[in-house]
């Protein structure tokens, strides 16, 4: 499952996975992430929620779920 998240992070736009790897992987608040990609909090709370989506159906897929 490791290498099937691994693949499914690597689809994501960069914008997204850049937004979600900080926020949900290096655990960084979403003010941090927003200084640190020079965006808005509310523009990283959106990528990362649309990178979760996107994540979830391309693991879903893989793993023969319907999300």
């Known amino acids: 499952l490791a290498q099937q998240a691994t693949a499914a992070l ?3 736009p960069d ?3 850049s937004a979600f790897v900080l926020r949900d ?3 960084l608040s ?3 992430v927003a200084q640190v990609l ?3 909090p509310a523009t990283v709370r ?3 929620h649309r990178a979760r989506l996107m994540l979830r159906g391309y693991l879903s897929a893989l793993v023969g779920v319907k999300s």
């Open 25 to 27: 992987l290096e655990e």
């Open 46 to 48: 959106q990528r990362v």
């Open 30 to 32: 979403t003010a941090e």
């Open 10 to 12: 690597d689809r994501l």
């Open 38 to 40: 020079g965006i808005e």
């Open 15 to 17: 914008l997204y996975r």
